[in-house]
């Protein structure tokens, strides 16, 4: 599958150009990923270049994509820390996570 369309497979990939260290470079990301990632720019007042070039910064040898998406899932788990997780089952977090990430189909 080329992640062009939406289905069974995910979400179409969306490409946008962003500039890391001053360079212009294109990303390619889950829609949803691309909302999250503009969350925390506006969460944290920074612009989606600076975010990007922080990353950039600490990334060595790690995919720009792959790095970013990485640094999603860790700056959501600090903040959310163990709050809101249930003892007896699926939380309102997981059923949340997947209904916005993985949608039944009606």
């Known amino acids: 599958m080329t992640g062009t369309g939406e289905g069974r497979e995910g979400p179409a990939l969306v490409c946008r150009n962003v500039k890391v260290n001053g360079r212009r470079t294109s ?25 990007c070039t922080q990353i950039d910064e600490r990334r060595g040898e790690a995919n720009l994509t792959a790095s970013i998406r ?3 899932v860790s700056y959501y788990r600090t903040a959310i820390g163990s709050r809101g997780f249930a003892e007896d089952g699926p939380s309102p977090i997981l059923r949340k ?4 990430a993985v949608p039944l189909e009606d």
């Open 70 to 72: 990485v640094f999603i």
């Open 27 to 51: 990303l390619r990301m889950e829609p949803y990923i691309w909302d999250s990632l503009k969350e925390i720019c506006e969460r944290e007042r920074l612009t989606l270049n600076e975010v």
């Open 97 to 100: 996570a997947l209904d916005d």
